[in-house]
Every structure is written in structure tokens, then in C-alpha cells.
């Protein structure tokens, strides 16, 4: 009982988990060196390890997702070119501009279709005409893999990425759940991550891993992205402490993350069972939960009462993230929790 009041099912997102105490112990024990001369023997091992397990090059180890995404799109444009992007995609809405602010990169926001794919035929529309000083050039397309929490369909990779080749664009990923996405699809991630000239992926969402995130790509565009990190002031110097929890990340917390999914299932099941409620996602590890006008902080408060943390007042929609830290008691507690406000 008195645990349950010192770790709270906190269900806003899946990055607010804690490190387990082997993680830590991971970290502690890091060999270490100066990541900006390229020393860090922990921090290096990271990038090989998983530049090699998702069929690239090279990686780059950066402290955030919108770092990695930023550096992609810095690495793959220049000044005036512009992205094809999706309109509700992390990179485009939820990364401050930086593309813009940081990168004098355009973006050409694109409509999702329900199943959150960029229609090709909307893309080859806004590919602007080569030649014509009225228009930024086109020169990437990005995507995001899982879209609010749903996995691409496979076969969509592989035509976007036909379509990115015969345009001559670049090819970006936003993997920020990339492990969760090839676990929903039964794939090794690499089957996903092979489409795609360069991948971002985040150790600290559903990963678990306290910091860090890791581009992949060629070795000329890491090395790109390499220097455009020193000028954003990502240059870090002792990161293997954070590396080597990452390493531990994806050698221990991969396999478990069917269990995310699960877990989301069955809450999504059980909140289906309500009337007042409209539930979506549960695709992976998201659910979305949409309560009657007026009462998500009531909700919220009843919910906190009882040791469970949402994230209100964010918009119509409330989302649910399951992880590393909510087990099948937090679960059940939730469901129970929801009942009884809804009754
Ligand atoms: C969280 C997230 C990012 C950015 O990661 P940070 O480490 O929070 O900067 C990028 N894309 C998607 C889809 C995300 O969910």
C-alpha cells in the first residue's frame, strides 16, 4: 500500500518512468570519454550497436527526440529547401518551428489519412515545380512511425519510400516509438527502419532509458548532423553514463513492450464498456479517451485521489500511455477508478 502512494500510476506519457535500479547500475559502471572528441567508448558502442541493428551507417547520440529530428532535417536540407511533412506530425506542430527558427527549413504540412499515411497522390501534389525561384525546393519527406500511437501499414513505407527515390527526396523517420511500432506489426524494427535514409528513435519513451535519443543514417549525413549538433549546443562530453542506460534499454525493455500493448488493450476494453466514454487507439501503447464536456477535471481529480495521474485539459481528447512503470494493478485500479466516477 504505501508504495502505491510513492509511485502514483502516472498514465500522462510514457517518459515519465523512472530507471530501474539495474539501469542505473549500468550507467554507474560506464567506461567514459569526451563525446565532442569522439572518446566516449560507451557513447560509441551505442551508435554501432544500434546503427547495426537498424541496417545504417552510423548513428549519433543526442539528448532529445526534437535534437534528432532537427538535425535530421538540418542534415537533409539547406536553407530554402522545404519537407513534406504530415499537419499533426511531431515534427512539424510539436518541435517549436525548430525546422524553421533553426534550420531556415520550410515545412510543407501534408493531411493525414485516418490511418495517419500522407496520401501519395496529396504529396506529389505539393512537391514544388525544380527550377522556379517562386518556391522553396522540396527535398524530404518525413514521417512518423507510430502516429499517435498506431503503426504505418508496412506496405505504405515501401511505396512513400518509392515515391520519396523517384522525386530524388530524402526519406526521414520520426521512430520516437519506432520499437513499438515493429512490435505491433510482428517485425524486427529493422524491417521497418530499412525503408527510410534516416531514422530517429527514442530510448526515453517507451524504452524507459532516462535521456537520450539516437539518429541513424549514412555516414556523410551523421557526420552533417554531427557538426549541426555542436552548433545547437548538443555537444556532450561524459554521455556514456546516459549511452550505457540506453544500451540497457534495448538489451532488457524491447521484449516487454508487448506488455504495454497489452495492458493498453485491456484498459481500452474496459473503458469501451462505459457508456459515457469514446475510446480509440490501444494500437499500441496509447489509448484515447474522450470523457463527456466538463469533466476531465473533475475526472482528473477523482482519478488523483486515487493515485492515478492523467493529463487533462490538454484538448478534447485525453490520452493514456502505458509503460515500464504501470503494471496490471495500476491497470485494474484505473478501470476501477473510471467506474466509479462514471457511475
Ligand atoms: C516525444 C516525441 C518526439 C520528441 O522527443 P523528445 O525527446 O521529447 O524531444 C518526437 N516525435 C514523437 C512522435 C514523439 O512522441
Known sequence: MEKRDLTPCDLRSDTVTQPTAAMREAGLRAPVGDDVFGDDPTVNALQVRLAGDLGFDAGLFVPSGTMSNLLALMAHCERGDEY?????????????????????????PIPHAADGTLPLDALAAAIKPEGDPHFARTRLLA????????PLPLPYLADAGAFARAHGLGYHLDGARLFNAATACGVPAREIARHFD???????????????????????LIAKARRWRKVLGGG????????????????HHVGRLADDHRR???????????????????HTNLVFVTVPEGTQQALAEHLRARGIVIAAGRGPRIRLATHLDIDEDGIDRTIAAFRGFFR
Open 264 to 282: 493498453a488493450g485491456e484498459l481500452a476494453a474496459a473503458l469501451r464498456a462505459i457508456p459515457a466514454l469514446q475510446v480509440d487507439g490501444a
Open 143 to 150: 514521417l512518423e512511425n507510430t502516429w499517435h500511437g498506431r
Open 84 to 108: 513534406l511533412v504530415g499537419a499533426d506530425a511531431h515534427t512539424y506542430k510539436y518541435e517549436g518551428g525548430g525546422a524553421a527558427v533553426l534550420g531556415s527549413v520550410q515545412p510543407q
Open 198 to 220: 534516416s531514422v530517429s528513435v527514442c530510448l526515453s519513451k517507451g524504452l524507459g532509458a532516462p535521456v537520450g535519443s539516437v539518429l541513424l543514417g549514412s555516414a556523410a
Open 236 to 251: 556532450w562530453r561524459q554521455a556514456g553514463i546516459l549511452a550505457a542506460m540506453g544500451q540497457y534499454a534495448l538489451d
